[in-house]
């Protein structure tokens, strides 16, 4: 039994699917997918946004510091 083969076994048995039916299987790993896909997705978007809010606000803190408020575009 090779490393793979022992991960999808201890993930089948940590969660009972070795004794679903193999159709309630696929449902149940489908159904974990959509909810991994969704939280990656929607944890990419948040994270793309807070790191351009903390850049702005660097961009801004740097600017008023050196005195360039020409510069300057606020939101």
Known sequence: MNWIQRKI????????????????????????????????????RYVTEFFKRICHQQYLFQNLKLGNFSTLHLR
């Open 9 to 44: 076994y201890l993930y089948n048995v940590t969660f009972g699917l070795f004794m679903l039916d193999w159709w309630e299987r696929y449902l149940f790993n489908t159904l974990v997918l959509v909810l991994m896909w969704f939280v990656l997705y929607n944890g990419s």
